[in-house]
């Protein structure tokens, strides 16, 4: 009954946010769904309404080029299908999926914590908030410094990214299939190939490299059974990762787009936002990880070769967006922080009342709660006119399966949200194939030096207020949209 509850608490908290932006729609506007991830949120919705019209792989929709279908993004066209069979829209499936996995999410680690750490409150806390740390404390510009290693990864799945949960909730089962082993094992590990192989398959180069590295390191009686439960994974991943290899190595344009994930600053750059994204609870992982190899509980020698390992990839593994190799590095700093952060509070406990705990934790967290706050706050992001959408589906219904249409990025990145085609010059700075020179070209093209291949060129009034009306007269136009047709 506890449990249900906590499931219920949280599905509901989670799902709040969404339900007052609805409540709170401004005359004209519609709800876009919007809580945090402007750029990459729109571009979910955009693949489940590829879903939803039946579609199993996923062609780009934020470049003009024609691309051949892929099998990627299952999770997001699966929602897409969900939403078709439930005869729901796509954002009340992408907010009741993100609200149940997330509840779950949360249901999940504090059932860990409460099984594996001797404090699994402050565990609990720091799993979820401290992966956000010093670069929080300087202001909103800052801030993105906290997403580089991306150990936030629950978090933010929880917010706006419900595909993070998936892995989050793999990896759980993935440290209990090794850690408790038996008849279950095999088949949890299985499950937990298949949920890394859809969403995140090179993490399975991290988490199976982590437990055998540490049996071979302390628990060599244990070896086999690290050795199955990878093998087991690996299985269960290569329904996903043989397909996608296939399609890698076949278009060039899934090998453009990954190319355009990359973010690369070096060996300095990337072993100080290591260093110091996660705050103080980050510090005092690092900090215990000679001793606990020493001497340490098995989960916490687990935990320290996670991070030491996490870090070596994300420095020098040789894909693109090697970053991607810190997710949920806040779980191991849980295991690791949490036990010193309650022995530290006890040693300088004063007057009987033992205040030292929760200011730990507090300083710890503060950062990511409010952070994680800020998906109740209702804004103008919020809501799209319905000048727009009304503008937009007009010229779906106007325009050839084909066509592409000239547009600032953020028009671009909202128009495959809500209509098929035709297809925006520039979109998602990662989808579309060379992003910046077509960025480039957007201003000339609109000024009337240059010409693009487009049949349509379509200016968003509330966000392109810079870009001036091409001659002649709209095909169409409102208070929110115009749209001409290019000879």
């Not at 009342?353 to 507090?362: C, G, K, Q, Y």
């Not at 950062?367 to 007009?394: I, K, N």
């Amino acid at each position: 009954m506890k449990d249900l509850l906590f499931l219920a608490v949280a599905f509901a908290a989670l799902l709040f946010p969404w339900l007052l932006q609805v409540a709170l729609t401004p005359k004209g506007c519609v709800p876009n769904g919007h809580l945090m991830g402007y750029e990459d949120y729109v571009t979910f919705i955009a693949k489940m309404e590829w879903g939803r019209l039946g579609h199993w792989s996923y062609i780009d929709r934020y470049t003009p080029e024609i691309t051949e279908p892929a099998p990627i993004y299952f999770f997001y066209l699966s929602l897409g299908h969900l939403a078709k069979l439930s005869g729901l829209s796509t954002l009340w499936v992408f907010h009741l999926a993100r609200s149940l996995l997330g509840s779950l999410a949360a249901w999940g680690w504090w059932r860990f914590c409460r099984k594996r750490s001797k404090y699994p409150l402050p565990a609990f806390l720091l799993g979820i908030w401290a992966s956000f740390g010093l670069f929080a404390l300087f202001g909103p510009d800052m801030r993105i410094y906290e997403t580089y290693v991306q150990g936030h990864a629950a978090n933010f799945g929880m917010i706006g990214f419900p595909h993070y949960l998936v892995d989050f909730l793999a990896i759980l089962a993935f440290l209990e299939a090794y850690l408790d082993g038996g008849k279950k094992a095999p088949v949890l590990s299985l499950l937990v190939g298949a949920g890394l192989g859809m969403v995140h398959p090179f993490l399975l180069a991290l988490f199976p490299t982590v437990i055998i590295a540490h049996a071979a390191l302390f628990d060599k009686d244990r070896l086999r059974d690290a050795f199955l439960v990878a093998a087991c994974a690996a299985l269960g991943s290569l329904p996903f990762i043989i397909s996608m290899w296939a399609a890698y190595q076949k278009f060039e344009w899934l090998r453009i787009w990954r190319s355009q994930t990359a973010h690369e600053t070096g060996l300095l750059g990337d072993g100080f936002r290591l260093a110091v994204t996660f705050g103080l609870g980050g510090a005092v992982a690092w900090f215990r990880i000679p001793g606990v190899v020493r001497s340490g509980e098995a989960l916490e020698r687990l935990s320290a070769v996670w991070l030491v390992l996490a870090g070596v990839l994300l420095v020098f593994a040789p894909i693109p967006n090697s970053r991607e190799f810190g997710f949920f590095l806040t779980i191991p700093v849980a295991m690791l922080a949490a036990p010193w952060l309650v022995e530290f509070s006890r040693r300088v406990n004063t007057l009987k009342v033992n205040l030292m705990l929760p200011a730990l934790v507090i300083a710890c967290c503060a950062c990511g709660f409010l952070m994680f706050a800020e998906m109740y706050r209702v804004t103008p992001d919020s809501y799209h006119p319905q000048g727009l959408v009304e503008g937009l589906r007009w010229l779906e219904e106007n325009s050839g399966e084909n066509d592409a249409a000239a547009c600032t990025w953020a028009t671009g990145s909202v128009l495959p949200m809500y209509v098929t085609h035709p297809r925006p010059w520039v979109g998602h700075q990662s989808e579309t194939l060379g992003f910046l020179e077509k960025e480039k070209q957007v201003l000339p093209f609109f000024r009337g030096e240059i010409k693009l291949p487009v049949q349509w060129a379509v200016v968003g009034k509330g966000v392109d207020r810079d870009i001036p009306r091409l001659p002649g007269e709209p095909v169409y136009e409102n208070d929110s949209v115009v749209i001409w047709r290019v000879d």
